[in-house]
């Protein structure tokens, strides 16, 4: 099982990315996939995630209404298209595959990990 982030790089304050995570090694169709993102100095924290269908997506409150959380099945795919971009979205981004029955908020409910993707926001 392997998860591969990519996407991330150096953007404006007010900027747009979009990160993208491809997943080989079996299907993910059935499993809750998610984002994590880790400041320096700052411990792991919860970003988003979606259920097997694009039509079920958490939030943390404090990219609620500028990141969007989606996956295409087909591909292995999930996506994390992030707008209005601030200082405090700098960090290490992580995608995730829950295998766990608890909290989808929770990094130890995600069995499977990603190595992570740079995303810096300059003010």
């Known amino acids: 099982v392997q998860l591969q982030a990519s996407g991330g790089g150096l953007v404006q304050a007010g900027g747009s990315l979009r990160l993208s995570c491809a997943a080989s090694?079996?299907?993910?169709?059935?499993?809750?996939m998610g984002w994590f993102r880790q400041a320096p100095g700052k411990e792991r924290e919860f970003v988003a995630a979606?259920?097997?269908?694009?039509?079920?997506?958490y939030y943390t409150d404090s990219v609620q209404g500028r990141f969007t959380i989606s996956r295409d099945n087909a591909k292995n795919m999930v996506y994390l298209q992030m707008n209005s971009l601030n200082a405090e979205d700098t960090a290490i981004y992580y995608c995730?595959?829950?295998?766990?029955?608890?909290?989808?908020?929770?990094?130890?409910?995600?069995?499977?990990w990603g190595q992570g993707t740079q995303v810096t926001v300059s003010s």
């Open positions: 995730a595959i829950r295998r766990g029955g608890g909290s989808w908020y929770s990094s130890g409910e995600y069995a499977y």
């Open positions: 090694g079996r299907t993910f169709s059935s499993y809750v």
């Open positions: 979606v259920g097997w269908s694009s039509g079920i997506t």
